[in-house]
Every structure is written in structure tokens, then in C-alpha cells.
């Protein structure tokens, strides 16, 4: 029953210099308190300009989100915001960004359509992760049968056609569609990709030399999962998590084309590209500025994503 | 090693068993009345309607559905689509198109998602990583049905540079815009993926110990960089074979492919239970040999996982 | 998993009507060929893979229906203007409107080598009517005597006087029964098709002008269709073959318009509506075709029932909608505003019924009517119009809700649906009155299965026809209209009858148990390669024309 298992010269495997203890004494401040791993990444991140960046844009990514009155005086919701007769006419002056196909100002949609986005693509990531890393890491980290059963769960998971699991249910859901629905949807059947991934990178942790020591010292085998294999292995989560966020947005779009998305009263990036689509051809803009938007928004998490990554690295840490 | 196969082999009948149970089930669940609506916007006899039901056996309880389903598939008869067809003919003509699709697309993202990604890596920072960051975040914030449109104008039509549809004529040539659309978001997954693990790697210890023991710059990246970086890259790769393969409908559409994407996707809208069923069992074995090759690849990868 | 031009396949199970394709200019001078014979290249076109097996009574779209149309000979066959010429048919005559004799040419062969007999429509005709043969289009038998939709039974009005002589006994007059027998239900059946109708399905044997090239049928992707040199019909191909192309998006049709790899489209995407015209000067096509769209408020709907609240409403509605602005600005010309419930290429349409000025745009009037409704009880909510997501029709649905929005000053929101099938579930519960997801009014609208103004009207909008039986998927029901209805279908001349059938549309207006929204046009285009393209009534081209070297 034993499935990934150790070699046997493992055990006998004498570290680098550089992994001892032995070297960094001389460097140690006796005044400082000993940190936690969290408090670390946060001295190191704090120092990070493209920290500061991503932060800010991040909040500013949120603020709109959060209050979209402040950012605009247009209510993209009023019963006389659209007008036919402003179809697709270009900037002027109160209509930054020109009208849509509908003559429904872009601006105002731009603004209004981060809440519905921001909260599928946030949330949905979210449970993505929360409910790939346990599958993913239980699995790697265990092995054996608890692994086969895992995964295997976790390929039919795979099996099943988003579009068929969308289908049903949302139409199921009829009545309730909205945000809430859509995060369920593409949550519940977007985590094997996730669970691979932990897993992957689990199995490759899980032999390393400071699992070996943390054991050997006796912590127990869910805190090393939780202290010393997650962290190391959360440099391709945190890339998944971050890319995945813009497609779980995209991803909201389709649900919407397909009838089974947001209602249209709920104004989202998503739906406001699809519809934008059909123009492409002769006014590209209508579809570029909700598509920056969602781009701006990806760009922040990534980055962010990647210093609170480096941050967290201990070997990066190092230098 | 062989025992390891061959339990993960077997592993694969519960996950049939399960996979196709579930599925059918959904099948079963996917609203409306399929037979009311062959009639289109006009409506049938109530007669006529029970006869439809009858003849599709859509009036036998879920589970007798499913074992009929099963019993069929024991004999090699997947059962036939509301056009009479076999369903076991139908997937033989979409298959293969498919699979070819998928794989191309498969190594475009590999190629150039890998190749990429590690000079990203190894120039963190530097001007090459910002613009492949740009270059994903374009694919990731355009959906792939109007990048699939605009690349089939400019490249197709205004071009003329490659056909702008495929349709009977099935050939590396048609496919390659296809294959580029359709692997694109998955592009941007494994440049960043690789990117940022190559990043990572650059500072290990065996790395520094590496270079510092006078080792070739080429061979450390080669042997020491890559070879670790690649194991989320291939676990989502693997993963993406299957992906490409039953998500395809946007880029069929676009490009008029006859494949499983859209096969499937007709299938689930006028609820053809034997239909999505038996091609989502195909799917299931991609996927189940895809995720295994991608098991014994980490062993190659990382001489510190082995199986016994 | 995603997206927008899936819309073409799915469209295609949505598509309700047949079109049938029509025919040329009916000089029946020329038997023999013309001084320059026919051109010989193979012309290419768009269509859909076939949505059932390809026997005539169970075809009820247009992928299906296009092939039957080359591939079938029926009694009669309709012109570019839908006007019927005989086929096969010698005469077709009635003293009474409801004892039909009909004639037929002799030496009509199948491409079996069998004739073409009285029988042969017979037999046909009684295949398709029989209930246990499950034919989607059986109930185009129904005004046969001897029609059940309830068990199987022989249509006994049917009768073989001789190899070239049978007679029809419909249940009641029909001044326009000659009119529908050119749709494909009514097309004859070789005695081979009976032994074995799956096979038949598969491998059609017809009498039309082009018969199915040898393994010409590449499921889903392509049907090749060469001349039939037997065929001794008006339809006499002048190309040396057709080749439908089958797609599931128009974009990628029309794609391969502009880059010759196709020669005849007949749908234009929406992304080229406002460009189709400019990229294809004089070969692009735009006319109106015998396509009606409506949205329909259930009679069972609370504040739009019969009475004079519900009233009021509808034609609030009505004139508060911007067709003029919706079909220039969403539909770039290729939808015209509708003046009645029909469609202006069929003949008997009329743009002066009285009572249409309430399809005329007048929002203060729709504001007025909309307070003395509720001025009799007061609305709340939200009006919503339920359609199915791959037809393409949430343009329209937007734009005609935001006209309510800022008119009516009502919260109002289309209502889509993934599954076609859901819909039509969904609006067949509503009509029962049980527990249903719609939440209000419904996209509606009719393509014509043959060329008559009662085709538009008697399916949808008869008392009979509700309640699930029919079309009439807002359960209407007026004596009026039904007993106009009626007297119209009796009387002994087309024009005649459609002066009673415009007396009916008058009630509709005044109830307006759809609200017209405008007509659609056929647009298309074809390639330099081609000469000589047409589109018919119904709009196919009319694939016989075409010349191409």
C-alpha cells in the first residue's frame, strides 16, 4: 500500500552547509523577537515597491466596487439610462468613453459592472483554492489509498462538462440567478485544476529535507503539512489563483451568452465584452474599456500575487 | 512500477462507474421537455408527444434509463441521436478532429508557454517579463470568441494568410489558427506558471551550489532549473488535454469544426442522454491516462517521488 | 465552454418553420435546354446538418427541408413570389373547396427507376399522417378525413382512382389547401422507402432536380447534391451540382464568403449587418421575407387578461416601442417595422388594416394608457420577455426593454433561456395555468410553411389552437376572429378569403394578443464565382438557378 514513498538513502542525507544552522548564527539579533513566518513576509513585502503598487491599485479596484456613486454621477440602472438614439457614438463630453450598442454610457457600465465582476472573480478564486489545496494536498501528502480516492473523486469532478453542470444548475436555480448562483457554479466545478497542481507540488515537498527534520523533531504530520509544505508550495497556487481570477470573470461572460449567466439587470464586464463582440469590426472601443478594466484588475492580483509569493519564499528571502 | 499502473488501471471502473452515473443523472436533470421542442416554435398533438417519449424511452424512471444505457454500451451500442444516428458513428467522426486540435493546441501552449516563460523567469524584471505579463493579460481579458473572431478576419480574410474556416478539409493548415485560439488562455496559465517557478528555482540552493561548482549556465537552466520547475507545468498540462478537448465549442463554432465541443454541447441542450454520456466516458479516459502519464512524469522529474 | 456562435445549431432545433424552396420564373415553355446549356461547375452553399432523417413528413427545419427541396418533386412548387405552378401535379380542381381532385403527369420517375403514381402520394401521405410513425409533421394531414392525432388511423378522404388520378375529402372547405401542396410533408414516397424508412432516412431516393451524390452525406459537415438527369420538371439545374456546407455559426460562413470559399450565404451574421452591404456592393441581398416577429403576453397573465385593464396594457406596450429605431439602429435595415400580423411578401398583405396606428411609436399616448390601467389596479413588478439565448434575439429583447424602461417608467428585463427546450416546457405549463418559471411575455413570431395569409394567422391565433393543441402559445380566444377564420376558409376564392381574414386581423389589433414588432428580411450574398442567384419567397436561394463556370 505504500505509493510515493521515500528512498532509503534518504534518510541518511547529510544538508548543505548553507541549510545548517550553524552558518547564520553569527548574523543573529539577539533584540529581536522571533518572527513568525506571516510577520516576515510582511517586513519583506513592506519594503516592495511593486507592493505598494498593486496595493494601491487593488484598493482603488475595491473602492470602485465598493461605492461606484463616487466615480460617477450617471445611474447606468435609471429607467431612461439607455437611449437607442446614442448608439455606439463616440466620446463627448460627460460620456468619457462614448455609448454602447444599447446607447447605455460606457463609462457608468465600467464603473457599475466591478461589483457583480470583482465579487465572482474574488469569491470563485476563493473556493477554488480552498477546496483544491485540501483535496490537493491531503492527497499528495498521504498518499496511498487516501490519495487514489481523492483523486480519483477529483477526476470525475474533471469528467463532468461545465457547460452541463452550468446548465443545470442555474436553470435549477432560475428563480435565484445572480451572483451568488454564478459563484457556485463555477466554485464548485472549477477546483480539480487546483487540486492537481497542490498535489503535484505536495509529492515533490513532501521527500524535502525540512519535512524530514520538522518530523524528525516531532511536530505533528498536519502542521507540517500546514507550516512547511504549504508555504513552499504555494508559488503555483498563488500563479493559478491570480490568472484564474480574470478567466473566472471572463468565465461569467459565457455564462451569460449561454442565458444561464447574471440577469441583465446586473451590469458586469463580462456580459457588457460579449455584447460588444458583435461590433468589434467597426467600433473596437466599446469592448476595450471593459476589457482594461478587467485587465487592470488581473494585473493588480498578479502582481501582488508575485510579491506576497517572493515574500513568502524562504530561499528568495535569503538574499 | 507495473503494479502501480496496473492499479491505477483498475481504478478507472469505479470512476467510469461514477462519472457516467453522475452525469447521466445531470442529463437527467437539464430542463425542459426535449421532445416538445423538436417541434420547434409550433407545437405537437399530446399523442404524438407520448409516442416521441415512448420511442426514446424518456418516460423509463432514471436508473432503468441508465442500465439500459449501460447494457448498451456493453455490446458496443451507444444508443442513437434523435437524427437516427449511431451514436458510436457520430464519435468516430468527431474524435479524431478533436484530438487533433487538441494536441496542437496542447503544443502550442507547451512550446511557447514553456519556452517563454523560462526566459521570463530567468529575467525577472527585466523588459522580456513585463511584455510576456502584457502579452497575458491580453489573453486572459479577451474572451476567446473575439479573439477567435478578430484572428479569423485579419489572418483569414483580410490576409488571406490561412483558411478562415475548416469545415470538411481537416489539415494541420486549417487547424493551426484554431489550435492558437483555443490554447490561449491555457498559454497564459503555463507561462506563468513557468515563469514564476523558474523564478523560484533560481534561488535554490542546489542551483547556487550548481553554479558556484562551475557548471555550464546552459546545463544548470537545462538540468537543474527546468527540470524542476516543470512539475505544475506538466500537472496542468495533463489536465488540459481533456480541457481542450470538451471545451472546444467556442472555437468549433467559430471556425466550423465538426468536434466533441459542440457535439456535446447540442447533446446537453436537447437532453440526449446517451449521447453526452458516451462521449464525456471518452473524456473521462483521456483525462484518467493524461493525469497518469503526468504521475510517472513527476518521477522522471523529481527522483524524490518514486512509485512502488 | 464558451460563447456567442454556437448560435447557428441550436438556432436550428429552435427553428420551427420549414422554408421550402421556391421556384423559377414559371415559363413552362422549355423542356429542352436552353441554346447555351447549363454551366457545370458545382456551386457551394451555407445550411445546417439535417435535424432528422431526411424522409419528408419529418422534416420540420430548415437544414432538412432545404435538401427535400432539391431532392423532391412535389405537386406543386412554389416561384421566387410564392406563386404555386404545377410540378407533377396535371390538375389539381374542386367544385366545392372540400372534394379535391387530383391529376398527375405521367412518366415522373424516382432516381430508383421506379414511377411516380397516384400511389405514391397516397401511400406517403398515410405514412406520414399515422400516429405510430411519430412524424413531426403529421399534422399537416390533419383537414384529411379519417385524421387522428389520438390513435392510428387511414386517411379513408384519400382516394386512387387510377395511376394518375386521386381524390382528396378534406373535413370542411379550404379555399387554400392547393396553396400548401408544395410543402415537403406533401411529397410522394417510392414503394422502396416503405420496407425500410430508417435506411430511407439515410439514403433518400427522390424525383427532384438533384439527387444525393454517392456517400455525398458527411453527417455534420457537408451534403453533396448533383443533377438528376431523370428530372423532367421546371426546375431543370443550370449549375453542375450544389454542395451544402454546414455550419454552426454564421460568422464562419460568412467568413468564408468574403473569401470565396463559399459561394451563396443566406443568413448574415449580426456582427456584418452594418457592413454586409458595403463589403458586397450589388451581390449582397436584403428584402423582405415571409418571416413575422411578435413577443406574446399570455391571456393568463395577471394585468393583461381580456378586460379592459388588460387591454389598456397591451397597447401601452405597443406604442412605446421604438420599431423604427430598433430595426435601423440594432438590426441595420434587415428588419422592416411591422404594419399587421403577417408578412409583406405573401399575397393578401395589407399596411391599411384599421386599428394598426397602435404599432405606430407615441410614448406619451403609451404613458397616458399605461396610468388609466392603473389607474383600474395598480401594477408592480417587473414586465419581462422570456427567449431562448442562441437565436440572437437579446439585442432586441435589451433595446425593446429599455424602450418600456424609459417610456412607461416600469422596471422591465428580458428573461433568457439556455435550453430551448425549457422555454417551450415553460410556456406550455403557463398555458395549462400550472406551477411555471416564465415570469411574463415570450418571444413569438412565424415563418411560413407556404405561401398564405391564413398560415400566419389561423395556427396562432385560433381559439383551437390553444391551450397546447397548437401555436396559439397565449391560449387567445375570440369568436370573431375564430368564426372570420372560418367563413374565410370556406369561401371559394384566395382573395375572397383574405378579405375575411383581414377582418380578423382588426380584432387582433384591437386585442393584441402578440405585439407585432416588425418582419424579417432574407439577408445573404454570394461570391464573383456565381451568376444568376435568387432568393425565393421562403429565403432559400433558389439553388437550381444558380450559374457558375
Same mark, same amino acid.
Given at each position: 500500500?505504500r ?6 538513502d ?6 548543505d ?10 548574523a ?7 518572527a513568525?513566518?506571516?510577520q ?18 487593488i ?19 435609471a ?8 448608439? !455606439?457614438? +463616440?466620446?463627448?463630453? =460627460?460620456? @468619457?468613453m #462614448?455609448?454602447t450598442?444599447q446607447?447605455? $454610457?460606457?463609462?457608468?457600465?465600467? %464603473? ?11 469569491l ?5 483554492? !480552498?477546496? +483544491?489545496?485540501?483535496v =490537493?494536498? @491531503?492527497? #499528495?501528502f498521504?498518499?496511498?489509498w487516501? $490519495?487514489?480516492?481523492?483523486?480519483r %473523486? ?23 440567478? =445572480? ?46 503539512l500546514r ?7 504555494a ?15 471572463v ?13 441583465p439587470?446586473?451590469?458586469s ?13 467597426t467600433?473596437p ?9 478587467l ?9 501582488m ?9 524562504p ?5 | ?16 462507474i ?48 441508465y ?25 468516430r ?29 530567468l ?8 511584455t ?6 491580453v ?16 489572418v ?29 488562455v ?22 547556487r ?46 471556425f ?15 437532453s ?9 466516458t ?27 | ?5 454556437f ?23 422549355d ?23 431526411l424522409?419528408?413528413t419529418?422534416?420540420?427545419e ?7 427541396n ?10 421566387a ?16 373547396q ?16 421506379e ?46 382512382v ?8 378534406l ?13 415537403s ?29 454517392d ?15 431523370d ?10 451540382g ?17 473569401s470565396?470559399?463559399?459561394?451563396v ?19 449582397a ?7 413575422f ?65 397602435v ?5 406619451e ?24 439565448a ?36 415553460d ?19 412565424w ?12 395556427p ?20 370573431t376572429?375564430d ?60 439553388y ?6
Amino acid at each position: 500500500m505504500r505509493e510515493p514513498t521515500t528512498r532509503p538513502d534518504q534518510h541518511h542525507f547529510f544538508a548543505d552547509l548553507d541549510e545548517t544552522p550553524l552558518l547564520g548564527v553569527d548574523a543573529v539579533d539577539e533584540h529581536a523577537a522571533p518572527a513568525s513566518m506571516w510577520q516576515d513576509a510582511w517586513r519583506n513585502l513592506r519594503r516592495r515597491v511593486l507592493f505598494w503598487i498593486s496595493a494601491v491599485l487593488i484598493v482603488l479596484v475595491l473602492a470602485v466596487a465598493i461605492v461606484p456613486s463616487l466615480f460617477t454621477s450617471i445611474d447606468p440602472n435609471a429607467n431612461d439610462a439607455c437611449d437607442l438614439s446614442h448608439s !455606439l457614438e +463616440g466620446p463627448s463630453a =460627460g460620456h @468619457l468613453m #462614448g455609448y454602447t450598442f444599447q446607447g447605455c $454610457d460606457v463609462y457608468a457600465r465600467v %464603473v457599475y459592472g466591478a461589483r457583480p465582476s470583482i465579487t465572482v472573480g474574488v469569491l470563485t478564486t476563493i473556493i477554488v483554492v !480552498l477546496i +483544491g489545496v485540501a483535496v =490537493g494536498a @491531503l492527497a #499528495g501528502f498521504y498518499g496511498g489509498w487516501f $490519495d487514489s480516492l481523492l483523486s480519483r %473523486v477529483t477526476d470525475i469532478f474533471f469528467a463532468i462538462p461545465f457547460v452541463l453542470a452550468a446548465i443545470v444548475v442555474m436553470s435549477s436555480l432560475k428563480a435565484h440567478r =445572480g451572483v451568488i448562483t454564478v459563484i457556485i457554479v463555477l466554485g464548485v466545478f472549477g477546483w480539480p485544476q487546483v487540486a492537481r497542481i497542490t498535489r503535484g507540488a505536495v509529492l515533490g515537498l513532501k521527500n524535502s529535507d525540512f519535512v524530514t527534520a520538522s518530523t524528525a523533531l516531532g511536530t505533528t504530520r498536519m502542521t507540517t503539512l500546514r507550516r512547511h509544505i504549504l508555504p513552499n508550495a504555494a508559488a503555483p497556487i498563488i500563479v493559478y489563483a491570480t490568472v484564474a481570477l480574470g478567466t473566472f470573470i471572463v468565465a461569467e461572460a459565457t455564462l451569460s451568452f449561454l442565458g444561464i449567466g447574471l440577469p441583465p439587470s446586473v451590469i458586469s464586464w463580462g456580459a457588457d465584452i460579449s455584447q460588444a463582440q458583435r461590433n468589434i469590426r467597426t467600433d473596437p472601443m466599446v469592448l476595450f474599456w471593459p476589457a482594461a478594466a478587467l485587465a487592470i484588475t488581473v494585473l493588480s492580483f498578479i502582481m501582488m500575487g508575485d510579491v506576497v509569493r517572493d515574500a513568502l519564499d524562504p530561499k528568495a528571502r535569503k538574499r | 512500477m507495473a503494479w502501480y499502473i496496473g492499479r491505477r488501471l483498475l481504478q478507472m471502473i469505479p470512476v467510469f462507474i461514477g462519472a457516467t452515473l453522475l452525469i447521466y443523472a445531470m442529463v437527467f436533470l437539464v430542463p425542459g421537455d426535449p421532445i416538445l421542442a423538436l417541434a420547434g416554435d409550433k407545437g405537437m398533438s399530446d399523442a404524438l408527444h407520448d409516442q416521441l417519449v415512448a420511442q426514446y424511452h424518456l418516460d423509463d424512471p432514471f436508473l432503468v434509463q441508465y442500465l439500459h444505457y449501460l447494457q448498451g454500451i456493453l455490446t458496443l451500442d451507444f444508443g442513437t441521436t434523435y437524427s437516427g444516428r449511431d451514436v458510436g458513428d457520430v464519435m468516430r467522426d468527431v474524435f479524431p478532429v478533436t484530438f487533433q486540435l487538441a494536441v496542437m493546441a496542447l503544443i502550442f501552449e507547451g512550446v511557447f508557454g514553456i519556452g517563454f516563460g523560462l526566459i521570463a523567469g530567468l529575467r525577472k524584471g527585466k523588459i522580456f517579463d513585463s511584455t510576456m505579463l502584457v502579452a497575458s493579460l491580453v489573453v486572459i481579458a479577451i474572451p476567446t470568441f473575439v479573439l477567435g473572431f478578430v484572428l479569423q478576419y485579419v489572418v483569414g480574410v483580410k490576409w488571406g494568410l490561412l483558411p478562415p474556416t475548416v469545415g470538411s478539409d481537416v489539415s494541420v493548415k486549417t487547424l493551426l489558427m484554431p489550435a492558437i485560439v483555443l490554447g490561449s488562455v491555457s498559454f497564459a496559465y503555463v507561462l506563468r506558471l513557468t515563469r514564476t517557478s523558474v523564478a523560484e528555482n533560481l534561488s535554490a540552493d542546489y542551483v547556487r551550489t550548481a553554479t558556484a561548482k562551475g557548471l555550464a549556465r546552459g546545463r544548470v537552466v537545462r538540468v537543474h532549473v527546468l527540470r524542476n520547475s516543470l512539475i505544475p507545468v506538466i500537472t496542468f498540462l495533463g489536465a488540459d488535454l481533456g480541457a481542450l478537448m470538451a471545451g472546444a465549442i467556442v472555437t468549433e463554432g467559430i471556425f466550423n469544426i465538426n468536434g466533441v465541443g459542440g457535439t456535446l454541447y447540442h447533446a446537453i441542450l436537447t437532453s440526449q442522454g446517451p449521447t453526452v454520456v458516451s462521449i464525456t466516458t471518452i473524456l473521462v479516459i483521456v483525462y484518467i491516462f493524461a493525469n497518469l502519464a503526468v504521475d510517472l512524469l513527476y518521477a522522471v522529474l523529481d527522483p524524490r517521488i518514486r512509485y512502488a | 465552454m464558451k460563447i456567442r456562435r454556437f448560435a447557428g445549431f441550436a438556432a436550428s432545433v429552435a427553428v420551427g418553420a420549414l422554408a421550402l424552396t421556391a421556384c423559377s420564373s414559371g415559363d413552362s415553355s422549355d423542356d429542352t435546354t436552353t441554346a447555351s446549356g447549363p454551366s457545370t461547375g458545382i456551386v457551394t452553399a451555407n445550411s445546417s446538418e439535417p435535424q432528422n432523417p431526411l424522409i419528408p413528413t419529418n422534416t420540420n427545419e430548415t437544414g432538412g427541408g432545404k435538401i427535400l427541396n432539391m431532392i423532391f418533386a412535389g405537386l406543386v412548387y412554389y416561384d421566387a413570389k410564392g406563386e404555386t405552378h404545377n410540378e407533377v401535379a396535371d390538375s389539381i380542381t374542386s367544385d366545392d373547396q372540400q372534394n379535391w381532385t387530383i391529376k398527375i403527369k405521367s412518366g415522373w420517375k424516382f432516381t430508383n427507376g421506379e414511377p411516380v403514381t397516384a400511389k405514391s402520394f397516397v401511400d406517403a401521405w398515410n405514412y406520414g399522417a399515422k400516429l405510430s410513425n411519430a412524424q413531426l409533421s403529421s399534422y399537416f394531414f390533419e383537414p384529411i378525413e379519417g385524421f387522428s392525432y389520438d390513435k392510428d388511423s387511414e386517411l379513408t378522404g384519400l382516394k386512387v382512382v387510377d395511376d394518375t388520378t386521386f381524390t382528396v375529402k378534406l373535413t370542411s372547405p379550404q379555399a387554400d389547401f392547393p396553396l400548401r401542396l408544395g410543402y415537403s410533408a406533401y411529397y410522394p414516397l417510392p414503394a422502396a422507402a416503405f420496407t425500410d424508412m430508417k435506411a430511407f432516412g439515410e439514403n433518400p431516393i427522390g424525383n427532384g432536380p438533384y439527387k444525393v451524390a454517392d456517400g455525398g452525406w458527411e453527417h455534420n459537415v457537408q451534403i453533396k447534391l448533383v443533377p438528376n438527369a431523370d428530372y423532367s420538371g421546371d426546375r431543370k439545374p443550370q449549375n453542375g451540382g450544389v454542395t451544402l456546407k454546414f455550419y454552426t455559426s454564421q460568422d464562419a460562413a460568412y467568413a468564408d464568403l468574403q473569401s470565396d470559399q463559399l459561394d451563396v450565404l443566406d443568413a448574415v451574421p449580426d456582427s456584418a449587418y452594418s457592413t454586409f452591404e458595403s463589403d458586397l456592393g450589388d451581390r449582397a441581398v436584403n428584402k423582405p421575407a415571409a418571416i413575422f416577429q411578435s413577443f406574446t403576453i399570455g391571456q393568463w397573465q395577471d394585468h393583461f387578461k381580456s378586460d379592459e385593464e388588460g387591454m389598456l396594457r397591451r397597447k401601452a406596450i405597443s406604442e412605446a416601442i421604438d420599431r423604427d429605431s430598433i430595426t435601423k439602429t440594432i438590426f441595420q435595415g434587415t428588419r422592416t417595422p411591422a404594419s399587421d400580423f403577417t408578412s409583406p411578401v405573401i399575397a393578401g398583405w395589407s399596411d391599411k388594416i384599421p386599428g394598426n396606428d397602435v404599432l405606430k411609436y407615441n410614448p406619451e399616448d403609451a404613458k397616458k394608457l399605461w396610468a388609466q390601467a392603473d389607474a383600474i389596479s395598480k401594477w408592480s413588478g417587473k414586465f419581462t420577455i422570456a427567449y431562448n439565448a442562441d437565436g440572437g434575439h437579446q439585442g432586441w429583447v435589451d433595446a425593446v426593454s429599455n424602450n418600456l424602461k424609459a417610456n412607461l417608467g416600469i422596471d422591465a428585463e428580458g428573461q433568457s433561456y439556455a435550453v430551448f427546450a425549457d422555454l417551450r416546457k415553460d410556456i406550455g405549463q403557463a398555458q395549462l395555468d400550472k406551477k411555471s418559471g416564465l415570469t411574463g411575455a415570450f418571444r413569438s413570431g412565424w415563418q411560413a410553411d407556404y405561401p398564405s395569409l391564413f398560415n400566419f394567422l389561423g395556427p396562432l391565433y385560433a381559439t383551437a389552437a390553444g391551450q397546447g393543441k397548437g401555436s396559439n402559445d397565449g391560449n387567445y380566444s375570440n369568436k370573431t376572429v375564430d368564426d372570420l377564420f372560418a367563413k374565410g376558409s370556406a369561401e371559394k376564392t384566395v382573395d375572397a378569403a383574405n378579405a375575411d381574414f383581414q377582418k380578423a386581423q382588426e380584432q387582433l389589433f384591437k386585442d393584441l394578443p402578440a405585439i407585432p414588432l416588425w418582419y424579417s428580411n432574407v439577408t445573404g450574398g454570394y461570391s464573383k464565382l456565381v451568376g444568376d442567384v435568387e432568393f425565393g419567397w421562403d429565403s432559400v436561394p433558389l439553388y437550381y438557378e444558380i450559374t457558375k463556370k
